[in-house]
């Protein structure tokens, strides 16, 4: 089969179109002939091996110990493993699993769910990581509740255009910060509000939020304190600043030592992979509450171009990879 691999860390010169083996799949995993891979932040520090931390937390210290990128997958199931009761040959799933740029890619059972009927395959693979990620914070990071005051810090990337619909969803009023030419995206996906970092300063504002979803932007705390309400949350996602060896870890850090000294709530944030919340997102979607936004597609060969598209850290939405 036809897979994005890599022998080594390095940028995106690194990834090559090669003819591998078929993955071989466990008794809890299932095969997928996968039509279309989401790509996100996650597949750069993949590739890069950056920050040095993830090399030493097991994915590989010298090289990937996965050779094949990708990571979000939408396809339909080939095969299942023994143990496997949930889906069966046939099935039209999306879910996350480890190397889903190649034209077949084993997941877990318990990461994947049924496509929703609604959404094309393409549409599917944009969802599972900012997916999860957007839900989670809000929900359970955030415990967001209707008419609380929301600030989406990169509303407009592939996590931001989850997390601006979900929080919709869930009846907060949501202001989105991004830049000038996506103001109208984030408007159209339900934002009440929208703040553009190019000529406004979200720290200047007059507004206090209830939960801010930090996403974009490395804020500092304490650019960041003064806007939350005297008993809100601060969820930090992201941010691609950082040494090169923890990248944004530092932030989350000094926010979980000091969160306990202050009435704020500061928490750092990482998503789980998990069946049951790609069905929620699947309500959601079937419910008309969720869209993914998909700002460009790439044929699978063009896997290192949509990889430094990403990486210029622009995107409208999500970027996808179609088989
Ligand atoms: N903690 C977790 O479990 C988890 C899970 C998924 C992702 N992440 C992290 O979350 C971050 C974002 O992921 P993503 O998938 O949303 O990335 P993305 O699709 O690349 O989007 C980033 C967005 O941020 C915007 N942006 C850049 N600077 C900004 C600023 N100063 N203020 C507001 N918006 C700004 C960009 O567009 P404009 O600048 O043009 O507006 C772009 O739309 C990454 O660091 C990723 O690694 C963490």
């Given at each position: 089969m036809k897979a994005i691999v890599q022998d080594t860390y390095g940028?995106?010169?690194?990834?090559a179109l090669r003819e591998i083996d078929r993955p071989v799949m466990g008794d809890n995993e299932v095969l997928i002939a996968v039509r279309a891979a989401g790509v996100d932040p996650g597949v750069w520090h993949l590739m890069t091996g950056m920050p040095y931390l993830l090399r030493i937390l097991g994915?590989?210290?010298?090289?990937?110990?996965?050779?094949t990128r990708g990571r979000d997958v939408a396809g339909r199931v080939e095969a299942v493993g023994g143990?496997?009761?949930?889906f069966k040959p046939g099935d039209e799933v999306f879910g996350a699993c480890e190397?889903?740029?190649?034209?077949y890619a084993t997941a877990r059972e318990d990461r994947l769910a049924l496509k929703?009927?609604?959404?094309?395959f393409d549409q599917a693979a944009a969802v599972p990581i900012s997916g999860w990620t957007a839900l989670q914070a809000l929900?359970?990071?955030?415990?967001v509740k209707a008419g609380q005051h929301v600030l989406v810090i990169g509303a407009a990337g592939g996590v931001g255009t989850f997390a601006v619909q979900l929080a919709k969803a869930f009846g907060a009023e949501v202001t989105g910060v991004c830049s000038t030419t996506k103001a109208d995206l984030v408007r159209s996906i339900g934002a009440d509000h929208v703040i553009d970092y190019t000529r406004e300063d979200f720290a200047e504002s007059p507004r206090r939020y209830?939960?801010?979803?930090?996403?974009?932007?490395?804020?500092p705390l304490s650019r960041l304190r003064p806007v939350l309400t005297p008993k809100g949350t601060l969820v930090i996602i992201g941010g691609?600043?950082?040494?090169?060896?923890?990248g944004g870890i530092g932030r989350s850090l000094r926010a979980a030592l000091l969160s306990p000294f202050v009435a704020q709530r500061l928490r750092g944030f990482i998503s789980k992979e998990t069946s049951a919340d790609l069905e929620v997102l699947a309500a959601h979607i079937e419910a008309g509450e969720l869209t993914p936004v998909i700002e460009r597609t790439f044929p699978l060969a063009e896997a290192a171009k949509a990889i430094r598209h990403l990486e210029e850290?622009?995107?409208r939405g999500k970027v996808v990879l179609t088989l």
């Open positions: 940028s995106a010169d690194v990834l994915f590989g210290l010298r090289r990937p110990k996965v050779p143990n496997v009761t949930r190397g889903s740029f190649a034209e929703p009927a609604s959404l094309t929900r359970d990071a955030g415990e209830d939960i801010i979803l930090d996403i974009a932007g490395n804020h691609e600043a950082g040494g090169k060896w923890t850290g622009h995107a």
